[in-house]
């Protein structure tokens, strides 16, 4: 079955830009998500790629999708303290579900 | 748009007792919903997906006469974990498909943490 991963941590200053990457076993995903889940709550949708684009950029955020090796990452210009929280990428090799990443808790520090 | 509520929010229960948990779509139709379970610091583990009007799929290893799914109308979906123990404790996520916009997405509700005593 498909196997998505993560780093599990990742520590930025404010204003720098955040990366966090994401790798996945099964190519047949037609579309690939980003999702922000803050403590305690449910999961909110960043941005999703199709399977068929390199990049796509919304505001702040940047998804790039190297589909040959696989990977997907995840950048976020300027990175705030409200940026703080748990990232899940989540492919879809089948469209009736979403398999998720590990998630990558991502602080943000003055 | 795309907005999905779950109650309750918080639930305790003593341990026997079932307990029946609300995932509403407010503003689309959902032809799909999803119910993932979340334990502390891990990933979402989906648990079954729910198609109105007919019954649920459920994940390998999910009891289907534990979590009784039922999703009886387009905008209305609910989860019951019957005779609840300690170790159902955890963060119950729902989640709703619009199939009118791209991308396949899933919205997801605020969750629900139960705590079984």
């Known amino acids: 079955g498909e196997d998505v991963e993560q780093s599990l941590f990742l520590s930025v200053r404010e204003g720098d830009s955040s990366v966090i990457n994401c790798t996945y076993t099964d190519s047949s995903s037609t579309y690939l998500y980003w999702y922000k889940q803050e403590p305690g709550a449910g999961l909110q949708l960043l941005t999703y790629i199709f399977s068929n684009m390199d990049m796509k950029q919304d505001q702040r955020l940047t998804v790039l999708l190297n589909k040959k090796d696989k990977h997907l990452s995840l950048r976020i210009a300027d990175t705030q303290t409200g940026d703080s929280a748990i990232y899940f990428c989540?492919?879809?090799?089948?469209?009736?579900?979403?398999?998720f990443g590990t998630g990558t808790r991502l602080q943000v520090f003055p | 748009g795309a907005v999905v509520s779950q109650h309750p929010s918080w639930v305790i229960c003593k341990s026997g007792t079932s307990v029946k948990i609300e995932c509403r779509s407010l503003?689309?139709?959902?032809?799909?919903m999803f119910w993932y379970r979340q334990f502390p610091k891990q990933s979402l583990m989906l648990m079954a997906t729910s198609n109105e009007g007919s019954k649920a799929t459920y994940e390998q290893g999910v009891e289907k006469d534990k979590f009784l799914i039922n999703h009886a109308s387009l905008t209305l979906s609910t989860l019951t974990v019957t005779s609840a123990h300690p170790e159902d404790s955890s963060f119950y996520i729902c989640s709703a498909r619009d199939r009118r916009l791209a991308g396949e997405t899933q919205y997801f509700g605020p969750g629900t943490r139960l705590l079984v005593l």
């Open positions: 503003d689309f139709q959902a032809t799909t």
């Open positions: 989540a492919a879809t090799p089948d469209t009736d579900k979403l398999i």
